[in-house]
């Protein structure tokens, strides 16, 4: 056993050595001179990504944003563009990441509001898909465009905070941050929209429409354009 042992060992050692070489043998198949190498996708250059469309129809790559200092607290297009405003992020973990939301979600995730309608995500994007459909009809623009102008218009610039000091409290008039301007914008529309519905016979989707117009275009029919000028009027009185 072991004579034969050692014959396959020396057996083995004669070979090692005698393999054909792998460059000579490269390219030598007859189905390796058939590939078409050319549509080799790591050799191409990154193509552009296709246009995504909100809702399937409305493009976030032709919004214009009217207030630069709003431009890194909007997310509409490039990374922030999706099919569904349902992305299933976790955005209040950390402070600013909410930042990082698109604003279609935003807004859907602030009209769920008031108990029977926490959580009801599915129900709120309809409700946005028609307002958007209904927006369309209204003005004939872009819904995505209305939307933003409608939260670059009802964003306060100026509030007042209130300063307490040796027992006596007086409001004093302060800058408002280009977030908190988002944030307010948002939460006024969404309120607006909601008291409007509130026992009446127009629908939600209807209400949010007309918020949506009337704020984009600075009208005072709008609730949050009309509770914006209050703020700042009265933050103007505290300087």
């Known amino acids: ?17 005698n393999e054909p070489d792998a460059t000579e043998t490269w390219g030598d198949n007859a189905a390796d001179d058939n590939n078409d190498w050319s549509n080799n996708v790591a050799d191409e250059p ?45 955005y209040s973990k950390k402070r600013f990441r909410k930042a990082q ?34 927006i369309h009809l209204m003005t004939g623009e872009n819904p995505l465009q209305v939307l933003v102008d409608a939260i670059v218009n009802s964003g306060p610039r100026e509030d007042s905070t209130r300063i307490g000091r040796a027992g006596t409290a007086r409001r004093q008039a302060v800058d408002v941050s280009p977030m908190r301007r988002v944030n307010q914008a948002i939460w006024l529309l969404c309120t607006g929209a909601r008291e409007a519905a509130f026992r009446n016979v127009k629908t939600i989707a209807e209400c949010l429409a007309d ?29």
């Open 1 to 17: 056993r072991i004579q034969i042992l050692f014959e396959q060992q020396v057996k083995m050692s004669d070979d090692w050595g």
């Open 46 to 90: 990154e193509s552009e990504a296709t246009d995504i469309f909100v809702f399937g129809k409305w493009n976030p790559g032709e919004v214009q944003m009217k207030d630069i200092s709003l431009t890194d607290y909007v997310g509409v297009k490039d990374k922030y563009a999706v099919y569904l405003p349902h992305t299933s992020g976790r």
């Open 101 to 134: 939301c698109p604003i279609v979600e935003r807004v859907i995730c602030s009209m769920m509001m008031h108990g029977r309608n926490n959580g009801k995500k599915l129900l709120t994007m309809r409700i946005l898909k028609h307002a958007f459909e209904i």
């Open 211 to 239: 918020e949506l117009v009337n704020a984009a275009k600075g009208s005072s029919n709008s609730y949050a354009i009309k509770k914006k000028d209050e703020y700042e009027i009265s933050a103007k009185s505290n300087r």
